[in-house]
């Protein structure tokens, strides 16, 4: 139950983790933000360069230069961290694809290892017959309780059949 649990929550993941949801969901607002952050970057600078201008014919005053420059590097400090935030998601995104692989490769090592226990301890009877079932696959018995009882269908007298041991 535990490991079918599992499976659905690393199917889930995968799902979050595709390449398509993390374009749409993650990615696309992200680089949308830088894209209007470099355009703001371009608006500051083209400002910045006509105040300038206008201050040489003095039509504009030295603050007027002052704050055009502040704006620029605002714009250059958001662009920045846009480029920061999207570089970062990039990495966490990479990190979980790379946890949810090892993850995948460990539970298909257990679900392995489970079958190889579960077929462990099966027997094969050496004849033909009919089994009966007195319990089921992970019941609790008492030693010595039946577990099953194979009748052969040959003439030779039934077995005593298997019990807990």
Not at 16 to 28: A, G, P, Q, W
């Amino acid at each position: 139950m535990k490991l079918e649990q599992e499976c659905v929550f690393l199917r889930l993941t995968q799902r979050r983790l595709s390449k398509e949801y993390v374009d749409n969901f993650i990615f696309k607002a992200l680089k949308t933000g830088r894209i209007l952050s470099a355009r703001n970057l371009k608006s500051a600078l083209e400002e910045l360069d006509w105040i300038r201008f206008m201050s040489e014919g003095g039509a504009a005053t030295r603050l007027d230069v002052v704050e055009a420059e502040e704006r620029v590097e605002n714009a250059r400090i958001l662009l920045a961290k846009a480029e920061n935030d999207l570089i970062q998601r990039t990495i966490e995104i990479e990190s979980q694809r790379r946890q949810l692989k090892a993850q995948k490769l460990d539970l298909a090592d257990r679900i392995e290892l489970n079958l190889n226990i579960a077929t462990a301890y099966q027997f094969k009877a050496q004849w033909e017959g009919q089994i009966t079932r007195h319990t089921y696959q992970g019941a609790f018995v008492e030693e010595g309780d039946p577990i099953l009882t194979i009748r052969r269908e040959s003439p030779l007298p039934a077995s005593d059949g298997v019990t807990a041991s």
